[in-house]
């Protein structure tokens, strides 16, 4: 029995799939001594680093994940004999990701590194409950400290050290069109476009049987994006930050006036936006099914992965121009790593020129470092950071940078549940009660 048990031990050992305090337990119990054991799980866990990276993320779609390939590519050029488990979970946003990373976090049975977001999803989720371990050292000895800007190192720091590198930096405001299908129906858009430009569009739209903003709330960060866009749009950057950052009350009639402005925008979406994905939706625009879509610039990704780049066109979201609503994503280094060493290799890669270089142009989103060339990016990209060193920025609300979690689940419920009832005062009423909660 003792040698079976000890079978078990050995194997579970090799497997990475517990963690070491529960192995060295197992081994005081099968009377193995706590130097012994040590020496040889660390052994174990050396052999094991040497051979594999598992890297957690929800980019799935067709235009995200070649640019996780393209990190991976760049990773395997420097570690050729580490096998890369690509351990993606689908769903826009993250939210079905971060449901299995924390179930896998709390059974501690982390990945080697993990997506996430800067600011309060960073902090509250994985920094602040001891999931990660500081990069301060890799910011120092790689550079990174002068190759990203200061108020993106803000986002992820604590206390002085750094938790995570950021990759990539997206802008979310985005309102991507289908030109022929605007052509088609006589409806011009120039540099910029306000609200009552884009409302007048709707309805040219709507009276010739066009469906005028495509819409996929099937994944929940949709409706919540898409009223940020709005209210950003409608009362610009500062009433903005001061609401999601709990300075300023929801319950007032300037929001509720833009709530119901944004009820009035789900007047032109397609009937089946409950049964269909944000790159679905995308997708609508691109097949000419839908005129418009607003979105993170990950939809111009989805536009490169089906070389359709040339009938789409961009411009701020309707009101938003001189402002950028970032969207940020990196990587972490996980307290207990299965494969430590890879993982700090990994971070050291994707903070590379070359990395970040492959990586944005395919995914849409524009370097976390100053330092890349732009040469060889597009028409789109060159416009999104041009704006990002221009105008004003805002951190996302809905994709976890500018509020607690309890928050955005708040933010998220109320919007989901605003697309089907338009309930003004409940809507308001159910932001409010979340900012009171955190005071």
Request: proline fraction near 4%; hydrophobic fraction near 45%.
């Amino acid at each position: 029995m003792k040698s079976q048990a000890f079978d078990s031990f050995v194997a579970d050992a090799v497997s990475g799939s517990y963690s070491r305090r529960d192995l060295m337990k197992r081994a005081a119990a099968l009377g193995i001594g706590a130097t012994a054991a040590a020496t040889f799980l660390t052994q174990v866990e050396g052999v094991r680093a040497a051979g594999q990276l598992e890297v957690f993320s929800w980019w799935t779609s067709e235009g995200e994940h070649p640019a996780l390939v393209a990190l991976f590519d760049n990773f395997s050029k420097t570690n050729p004999d580490v096998e890369i488990i690509d351990a993606g979970v689908a769903g826009g946003g993250g939210g079905p990701a971060q449901a299995v990373l924390q179930t896998r976090l709390q059974g501690n049975q982390p990945p080697d590194s993990w997506q996430s977001h800067p600011g309060r999803e960073l902090m509250d989720q994985y920094v602040n409950v001891g999931y990660c371990l500081p990069i301060t050292d890799l910011f120092e000895s790689e550079g990174w400290n002068e190759a990203i800007p200061q108020g993106l190192i803000d986002q992820v720091t604590k206390d002085g050290d750094k938790y995570l590198i950021p990759v990539g930096v997206h802008r979310g405001n985005g309102l991507f069109y289908n030109k022929q299908v605007l052509a088609d129906n006589g409806v011009t858009v120039g540099d910029t476009i306000t609200q009552d430009e884009f409302f007048a569009a709707l309805d040219t739209l709507k009276a010739a049987g066009v469906t005028g903003l495509a819409l996929g709330d099937k994944d929940g960060f949709v409706p919540a994006q898409t009223f940020e866009n709005h209210l950003l749009g409608a009362l610009g950057p500062d009433k903005y930050s001061a609401l999601f950052g709990g300075e300023a009350e929801w319950n007032t009639d300037e929001v509720k006036a833009v709530a119901e402005s944004f009820g009035k925008l789900l007047d032109y979406i397609n009937d089946d936006h409950s049964a269909l994905a944000w790159s679905d939706a995308t997708a609508l625009i691109i097949e000419g099914k839908a005129a418009f879509n607003t979105m993170g610039d990950w939809a111009y990704g989805e536009f490169v992965a089906k070389d359709v780049v040339d009938q789409m066109g961009w411009v701020s979201y309707a009101g938003s121009t001189g402002s950028f609503v970032l969207v940020v994503d990196g990587f972490t280094l996980p307290k207990g790593a299965p494969n430590a060493d890879n993982a700090t290799a990994w971070l050291k890669s994707v903070g590379t020129v070359d990395a970040q270089a492959a990586f944005n142009p395919l995914k849409g989103s524009i370097p976390a470092r100053t330092d890349v060339p732009m040469d060889g990016f597009s028409d789109y990209h060159k416009w999104s950071a041009a704006s990002f060193a221009a105008d004003a920025l805002v951190p996302s609300a809905a994709h976890g940078l500018a509020t607690s979690p309890a928050f955005k689940q708040a933010f998220y419920d109320a919007a989901i549940a605003f697309v089907t009832d338009k309930d003004v005062e409940t809507f308001v009423t159910t932001l409010e009660d979340a900012r009171q909660a955190e005071m």
